[in-house]
């Protein structure tokens, strides 16, 4: 039985290493162009060489997306951004389109290509074409099911890699191709620029009643007729290894830390767990699905895994992402005093009582009993995100642990999901 390599998104130098201490195998990130996630943070060239020092220095592989579906006029920096890859020594680059897939080969052989999704592989021939091509690795399209993905992981080379996602944000176009965004916007959500229009509501216009909008009633449960459920397969870990994929891939570049930290924690002790007894997996599911349920989500579903979708796996009714926990911020050095170094993302004070979130799974509620400005000065509370700040607790916690806060309110509006490309 072949244990799965965890794959998990990170957004900035700050989310990678969160990825890396909480249990990540790899992790993708984006660089400043060329990537499907123009919107999240992404990596400067220094930042790159940074997070996969660190990542090798963990174990940990990355990969780096170059997954636009480019035009002419792209090709020419495409082609500097793959030799500047190639001196940052990734240990792969995800790529959709072909004509940056050949580049790649010429410029990086070193370096492996994996398939994006966003090349829509749906059958075992496809996957052939990429082997022969020279791909590593092909990422499954999401509209497969594993009875699909087993046919084909049974008809492509022992060598040929499989990715597929197992948690995260749906997409409602096929394998991420979608034009709502450009159609509305301008922006086209092939070079990295979606808008996300598919969380917006929607109504009807009849031709010949202008200005008169009617509401759009699915099943009288509301009008966000494209706003899919979550993904999240942590009750089908047996099934999915069952599959024989190679790699487990989270969804997410445009994420918190927390949202890393949660995610990369649970499957990691999920999959481990699974792999040491199932039973032991059996008995802490009730943990797996009380952790999973504290980063942002918006409901969940199976996907396509089990058969295709039917309306349960949509909400029509709102664009809601339930949130039970804020972030906070990551612990990063401890002064002599005991204080956590950190810099702070929102508002909470002295007094309030917080929790410390441990990579091992361990969560440690915590009493805030002092706070200090970068001078040293006293500080009641931080208002200003992204503040310096160093913060004295009930128990002292350690370099990279989480910050996080149980929220008054369990749900908020958000209009930024990530269809994980």
Same mark, same amino acid.
């Given at each position: 039985?072949?244990?799965?390599?965890?794959?998990?998104?990170?957004?900035?130098?700050?989310?990678?290493?969160?990825?890396?201490?909480?249990?990540?195998?790899a992790? &993708?990130?984006?660089?400043?162009a060329?990537g499907?996630?123009?919107?999240a943070?992404?990596?400067?060239?220094?930042e790159?060489?940074?997070?996969?020092?660190?990542?090798?220095?963990?174990?940990?592989?990355?990969?780096?997306?170059v997954n636009?579906?480019?035009?002419?006029?792209?090709?020419?920096?495409?082609?500097?951004?793959?030799h500047?890859?190639?001196?940052?020594?990734?240990?792969?680059?995800i790529?959709?389109d072909?004509?940056?897939?050949?580049?790649?080969?010429?410029?990086?052989p070193?370096?492996?290509?994996?398939?994006s999704t966003?090349?829509?592989n749906?059958?075992?021939?496809t996957?052939?074409?990429w082997?022969?091509?020279?791909?590593?690795?092909?990422?499954?399209?999401?509209?497969?099911?594993?009875?699909e993905i087993?046919?084909?992981?049974s008809?492509?080379?022992?060598?040929?890699?499989? +990715?597929?996602?197992?948690h995260g944000?749906m997409?409602?176009?096929?394998?991420?191709?979608?034009?709502?965004?450009?159609?509305?916007t301008?922006?086209?959500?092939?070079?990295?620029?979606?808008?996300h229009?598919?969380?917006?509501k929607?109504?009807?216009?009849?031709e010949?009643?202008?200005g008169?909008y009617?509401?759009?009633? +699915?099943?009288?449960?509301g009008?966000?007729i494209?706003?899919s459920?979550d993904?999240?397969m942590?009750?089908?870990?047996?099934?999915?290894?069952?599959?024989?994929?190679?790699?487990?891939?989270?969804?997410g570049r445009?994420?918190?830390?927390?949202?890393?930290?949660?995610?990369?924690?649970?499957?990691?002790?999920?999959?481990?767990?699974?792999?040491?007894?199932?039973d032991?997996?059996?008995?802490?599911m009730?943990?797996?699905?009380d952790?999973i349920?504290k980063c942002?989500?918006?409901? &969940?579903?199976?996907?396509?895994?089990?058969?295709?979708?039917?309306d349960?796996?949509?909400?029509?009714d709102?664009?809601?992402?339930?949130?039970?926990?804020i972030y906070?911020?990551?612990?990063g050095?401890i002064?002599e005093?005991?204080?956590?170094?950190?810099?702070?993302?929102?508002?909470?004070?002295?007094?309030?009582?917080?929790?410390?979130?441990?990579?091992?799974g361990?969560d440690?509620?915590?009493?805030?009993?002092?706070?200090?400005a970068?001078?040293?000065?006293?500080?009641e509370?931080?208002?200003?995100?992204?503040?310096t700040l160093?913060?004295?607790?009930?128990?002292?916690?350690?370099?990279?642990d989480?910050?996080?806060?149980?929220a008054?309110?369990?749900t908020?509006?958000?209009n930024?999901?990530d269809?994980?490309?």
């Open positions: 039985m072949k244990k799965p390599e965890l794959l998990i998104p990170a957004s900035s130098l700050e989310v990678l290493k969160t990825a890396v201490m909480f249990g990540a195998d992790v &993708f990130i984006g660089g400043d060329f499907l996630r123009a919107k943070k992404n990596f400067s060239p220094e790159m060489k940074e997070g996969i020092e660190f990542a090798h220095a963990h174990g940990v592989k990355v990969h780096v997306t636009i579906l480019a035009h002419n006029y792209d090709l020419d920096g495409v082609e500097k951004y793959l500047e890859l190639k001196e940052l020594k990734p240990d792969a680059l790529i959709a072909p004509g940056i897939f050949m580049k790649a080969r010429r410029i990086c070193e370096i492996d290509i994996h398939v966003q090349a829509n749906t059958n075992y021939e996957y052939n074409f082997y022969e091509l020279g791909a590593k690795r092909v990422v499954a399209a999401r509209e497969l099911s594993l009875r087993k046919e084909i992981t008809k492509i080379p022992d060598d040929l890699e499989m +990715e597929c996602f197992i944000a997409c409602i176009s096929y394998s991420g191709r979608c034009l709502l965004s450009n159609y509305f301008g922006r086209d959500a092939n070079k990295g620029a979606c808008t229009p598919c969380r917006w929607y109504a009807v216009v009849e010949k009643r202008p008169e009617l509401p759009v009633y +699915e099943n009288e449960r009008t966000y494209f706003n459920k993904l999240c942590i009750e089908h870990i047996p099934e999915m290894v069952d599959a024989d994929i190679d790699s487990f891939k989270i969804e445009m994420k918190t830390a927390l949202y890393v930290a949660t995610v990369a924690r649970t499957y990691r002790k999920a999959i481990d767990d699974y792999f040491e007894s199932e032991k997996y059996r008995e802490n009730p943990w797996y699905l952790q349920s942002t989500y918006r409901q &969940f579903t199976t996907g396509f895994y089990f058969g295709k979708p039917s349960e796996t949509q909400i029509y709102n664009n809601t992402y339930v949130n039970e926990y906070l911020g990551i612990v050095d002064d005093r005991g204080c956590a170094k950190f810099e702070q993302r929102n508002k909470f004070s002295v007094g309030d009582e917080i929790e410390i979130m441990k990579p091992d361990t440690v509620k915590v009493k805030v009993e002092a706070m200090y970068e001078d040293g000065t006293p500080v509370s931080c208002p200003h995100s992204k503040q160093f913060v004295k607790l009930s128990e002292t916690p350690e370099r990279y989480v910050l996080r806060v149980k008054k309110e369990a908020e509006e958000i930024t999901p269809c994980g490309i």
